[in-house]
Each structure stands twice: as structure tokens, then as C-alpha cells.
């Protein structure tokens, strides 16, 4: 009786026109793929044949005959890539991931994806996939058999969550009416586990066989840049975002883009990096990567869209309520000038700060009208440069920073001022270089021509935007050349 089955597993190979092979079976595996349900269907002699080795009667397929009549022969089947409606190839059993299937398949996924990369993948190159390109790139590049469908869509990573519209975080169930929606696509689960399953079965498998511990980070794969080409941080997966990842942006990525020590923040700073946090203003904080992306996940609010802008009190003051904070300290001051002078005494050694200059005579130079001593932002002594932070009070009359303390001034006292001051400088034979940090710096008379705007770093290359430039780039436009090549020396 097994053989006239065998012989009818025989017959609908060339019923459905497959070449035969030298196999007991005649099969060839590559063909056992092709097979679909309809197939077993509409083929009354191998109908009934499935029937008969499907013990539950509820799933009958042309696989559960195969499997039982040539053992041997279906021990070389790869179940993943088994069509049509089978309980052979199951991505999930019972709601839980079938690893007999979904193993072999990453495992395909992972050496075709290797051979493509002509490397190993790294934990950097699971970070930046993305489900459009699991879906729709892999398949017409390097593997065409990829199984997008019974991975994701009904497999194992479909574990879309429902997060609220505003908060964006998870809510565990949905109700009508809670303001609630389904993250899809890139935006749920299902790509974290899929990347997760990736780091677990081979990213940590060492050389020599043995798993090491995981390097795999969420706050990393939170940070990973947005494929939109706006340079902010990808918003796929705000359900890891917390308090702790919050704190993170702050040590890991704002403070040693502001050059401030993270070491033990906050109970274990010293003063001079509790003032450091006091001085940062908000349009320092706008040119820290991820800005945008860091308020909208920590504080949810936002504006037209767009995330409300917070300064350093707020942000600060939020994410370490317990320590004793001075809110009035927070922007009181324009850095810039402060951040100018610690860049150069990096770069230079001795750079004095409100420098009073002597003239020949000895004496301090001052303003003719007032008898007031001039006070030079900086000046580097070895080269003899005065350099002097500008602004938005220099141009317009009032401080255009946002976050920092407003005031209004006399600007045609102050550019007088600045024309004076250029001219004695002069005088002594120094140069004078001018860093803008106004957000529309414009020529001024008897002081500088057309400047850009700083970009708040040593070259432009670090901080590449429209109309700025970096600390160097300002200093060889105003033809102080050696000193622009000592600070772009620093750059490592």
C-alpha cells in the first residue's frame, strides 16, 4: 500500500511537468518548492494520499506526504521556503516562534547577506536595516527567495504595538476612543526582534563557536539617523526611548559635543561643569546632533509639528530633579565668547579673557569719550590676535540668541565702539578677527566685511550648515593663516 502512495507522489511529479531526478523519489528538491496547495487540491489520487499522513486531518498537504514516504529525501527540504498551506514550514506553532523553521531561514539570510557585503555583517550594518529594504531590495539583489511574508507579515516579528498619538508610548490594550494607533511597518516590533534574533544566533557567536555577551544597544538603534535625508534621529522605534535613554543623549552625545564632563553627572561634577551646564544656551544645544528628536521622544510635546524647543534648565532640571539646581544661573550668559576662548587656549596655551590692552605708553587703552578701558574678548599672546565673539547685538541692536538673556542696546554706540576698538588694535599692531555667532551677522562699517556665521566648532567639516563655517575656516578669512592651520591641527 506505502508504494502505490510513493507511486501516485511519482505520478504528480509529472503530472505537474517536473523533470524527474535519479532519486527514489524522482523529486528534485528545488521542485518541491514549486508545489502549491491548488496543486494538491485539483489532483484527486494525491488528495487523498495527503489526507491519509495528516494525523490531525485539518491540514492536509502534498509535504506531510512527502515527509512520511521519503524521509530520507525531505531531511535535504529547507522548510522555510515551503509554499502554499503546509504545517511543515510553520513560521509560528501555538503563537510562538517555530526555530526548526525561522532559524534555517536567518541563517540564509545571514550567509547570503554576508556574500553580498563580501564581509560579516556587523552590529552597525543590523542597526541600519530597515523593513522597506527587507521587503522589496533583498529579494531583487541577493536573495530572491527571501521570506519576507512569513517572517513579518504573519510570522514570528509580527508583534505590532499600539502607542498613543501624542505620548507615543505604549498602551497595552487599545480602547476606543484613547487617542490610540498601531505602529506599522518599520514603526513596531517586528524589525527590533528580527534585529534582536540577528545579534542573539550570530553577531554573538565568536570564531570559535562560543556566544560572547551582547553588545546590542537600544539606545544606539534609537540614535541611528533617519533615512528622510534631514539628518534628525529615526523615529522607528520610540517605544525604547525612557528616562534612562533621555539621560544618555545628555552624557553620551550633548556633552561631549559641548565639551563637558560627563564623569559621575551630576553628583560627582565639579563646579566648574555645573557652570559649564548653567552657560549653555539653547542655540548651542540646536546644533547638538539629534536635538529635535531627543525633546520630541523625552518630552512628547510638540508645536506644528515640530518639537518645543527647551534650553538646558528645563532639560536638566527634568532628567535630575534630586540634584540642588540653580535655575537662574541656566543662560544667563552668552557662551560664545566663552566657548571662542576655551576652543584657543586648547589650541594656543596662553589666551587671556576680557584682556585689557596696554598701549606703547604703558598705559590701558580706553574710549576716548567715556575714559572706559576697552576689554577684549580674547587675545592670543604668542600671535598677537585679538578676537572678539559677536552678537546679535553688534548687528541688530538686541541679542538674537535664542535662550540667552534679551537686552536691548544703542547699536550705533556699540558699532562705534567696535570701529574704535578695531583701530586701536591696529595701532598696537595686532590683528583683529571677528567670530560671528549672531544668527544674521551683516558688514559693518569700520569693523568687518562679509563674515558667515560660526558653526560652534573648530572647522566647518565638523558642523557642515548653510552660511556657517567652523573656527578655522573665520580665522583664514581674515588672513590669519598659521593660526587656522594650529587650530585645524587639533582636529584627531
Keep these: 500500500m506505502k508504494n502505490d502512495d510513493k507511486d501516485i507522489v511519482r505520478e504528480f511529479r509529472e503530472h505537474l511537468g517536473f523533470e524527474a531526478s535519479d532519486t527514489e523519489s524522482t523529486w528534485h528538491t528545488e521542485d518541491i518548492y514549486k508545489v502549491k496547495s491548488l496543486d494538491t487540491r485539483y489532483h484527486k489520487a494525491m488528495r487523498r494520499v495527503a489526507r491519509k499522513y495528516d494525523v490531525a486531518k485539518n491540514n492536509s498537504s502534498f509535504f506531510s506526504a512527502f515527509k512520511a514516504l521519503f524521509p530520507k529525501e525531505w531531511s535535504d527540504v529547507e522548510l522555510w521556503r515551503l509554499g502554499g498551506r503546509n504545517k511543515e514550514g510553520l513560521f509560528v506553532i501555538e503563537e510562538k516562534a517555530n526555530?526548526?523553521?525561522v532559524y534555517p531561514a536567518?541563517?540564509?539570510?545571514w550567509n547570503a547577506w554576508s556574500e553580498h557585503l563580501g564581509r560579516t555583517?556587523?552590529?552597525d550594518d543590523v542597526y541600519s536595516l530597515d523593513t522597506r529594504w527587507l521587503e522589496y531590495d533583498v529579494r531583487k539583489t541577493f536573495m530572491p527567495d527571501f521570506p519576507f511574508s512569513g517572517l513579518f507579515k504573519n510570522g514570528p516579528y509580527c508583534k505590532g504595538v499600539f502607542v498613543h498619538r501624542d505620548t507615543?508610548?505604549?498602551?497595552?490594550?487599545r480602547k476606543k476612543g484613547d487617542n490610540v494607533v498601531r505602529l506599522k511597518g518599520e514603526h513596531n516590533l517586528a524589525l527590533y526582534h528580527f534585529m534582536k534574533d540577528l545579534d542573539r544566533l550570530f553577531l554573538r557567536r565568536g570564531s570559535d563557536g562560543r556566544f560572547k555577551p551582547s553588545e546590542f544597544d537600544d539606545f544606539a538603534l534609537c540614535m541611528r539617523l533617519s533615512n528622510s535625508g534631514t539628518g534628525g534621529m529615526d523615529s522607528s522605534f520610540p517605544f525604547l526611548w525612557n528616562e534612562n535613554a533621555s539621560r544618555r543623549w545628555v552624557t553620551d552625545v550633548a556633552f561631549p559635543w559641548l565639551d563637558i564632563d560627563a564623569t559621575d553627572f551630576p553628583h560627582g561634577s565639579d563646579k566648574k561643569t555645573i557652570q559649564q551646564c548653567y552657560d549653555t544656551s539653547k542655540d548651542m544645544l540646536m546644533d547638538v546632533p539629534r536635538y529635535r528628536s531627543f525633546l520630541r521622544n523625552t518630552f512628547g510635546d510638540t508645536d506644528a509639528g515640530h518639537a518645543k524647543i527647551r534650553g538646558m534648565g528645563p532639560i536638566l532640571m527634568t532628567l535630575w530633579p534630586d540634584y540642588d539646581w540653580d535655575d537662574l544661573q541656566f543662560g544667563a550668559v552668552l557662551m560664545g565668547q566663552q566657548r571662542v576662548t576655551n576652543y584657543l587656549r586648547r589650541a594656543f596655551g596662553m589666551v587671556h579673557h576680557e584682556w585689557r590692552m596696554p598701549m606703547r605708553n604703558g598705559k590701558i587703552a580706553h574710549y576716548r569719550d567715556t575714559k572706559m578701558p576697552m576689554r577684549m574678548d580674547s587675545f592670543i599672546e604668542d600671535l598677537g590676535i585679538v578676537v572678539e565673539t559677536q552678537?546679535?547685538?553688534?548687528?541688530?541692536?538686541?541679542?538674537?540668541?535664542?535662550g540667552e538673556r534679551n537686552y536691548v542696546v544703542d547699536l550705533e554706540r556699540v558699532q562705534w565702539c567696535d570701529a574704535y576698538k578695531k583701530r586701536a588694535v591696529k595701532r598696537q599692531g595686532h590683528r583683529m578677527v571677528y567670530v560671528p555667532i549672531a544668527r544674521e551677522p551683516i558688514p559693518v562699517k569700520g569693523v568687518h566685511g562679509e563674515l558667515p556665521r560660526w558653526n560652534w566648532q573648530l572647522t566647518t567639516e565638523q558642523n557642515p550648515r548653510q552660511g556657517k563655517v567652523g573656527l578655522a575656516e573665520l580665522f583664514e578669512m581674515q588672513g590669519a593663516r598659521d593660526a587656522a592651520r594650529k587650530i585645524r591641527s587639533m582636529i584627531v
Design 99 to 101: 526555530y526548526k523553521v
Design 106 to 109: 536567518l541563517k540564509a539570510f
Design 121 to 123: 555583517p556587523t552590529l
Design 168 to 173: 507615543r508610548k505604549i498602551v497595552k490594550e
Design 391 to 402: 552678537g546679535g547685538h553688534h548687528y541688530h541692536g538686541m541679542n538674537d540668541q535664542i
